[in-house]
């Protein structure tokens, strides 16, 4: 099974940026849909942002449209998610994972996920 490892995260204040990072080692991320997810404390994961093989669709959940830019490296084996003007909301553990379900703002892992990785703190505060 593909273990995705995500890294970038750290202590940001209100109006800065951060860009995270996704890769996996022995494989090839090129052919597969990448998806990110978030979950805060108390709170449930999730969807934040997702971008196809090609890299040519992405998706972005509502709130961080406009703030947030999914990208993908695939001679890098790399996604990236760009996130700018961070607000407090914003903290949570990101996660990545293969194959989202994506249906405009509507991000889901697909069905039966379960390869969750460590995921990488943002924290947004002044």
């Known amino acids: 099974q593909v273990q995705l490892v995500e890294s970038g995260g750290g202590l940001v204040q209100p109006g800065e940026s951060l860009r995270l990072s996704c890769t996996t080692s022995?494989?090839?991320?090129?052919?597969?849909?990448i998806g990110w997810f978030r979950q805060a404390p108390g709170k449930e994961r999730e969807g934040v942002s997702c971008?196809?093989?090609?890299?040519?669709?992405?998706h972005y959940e509502g709130s961080v449209k406009d703030r947030f830019t999914i990208s993908r490296d695939n001679a890098k084996n790399t996604v990236y998610l760009q996130m700018n003007r961070l607000q407090v909301d914003d903290t949570a553990v990101y996660y990545c994972?293969?194959?989202?379900?994506?249906?405009?703002?509507?991000?889901?892992?697909?069905?039966?996920?379960?390869?969750w990785g460590q995921g990488t703190q943002v924290t947004v505060s002044s």
């Open positions: 971008i196809n093989s090609s890299g040519r669709n992405t």
């Open positions: 022995g494989s090839s991320l090129a052919y597969s849909a």
């Open positions: 994972t293969l194959e989202p379900v994506c249906m405009g703002t509507r991000i889901t892992p697909r069905p039966g996920y379960n390869s």
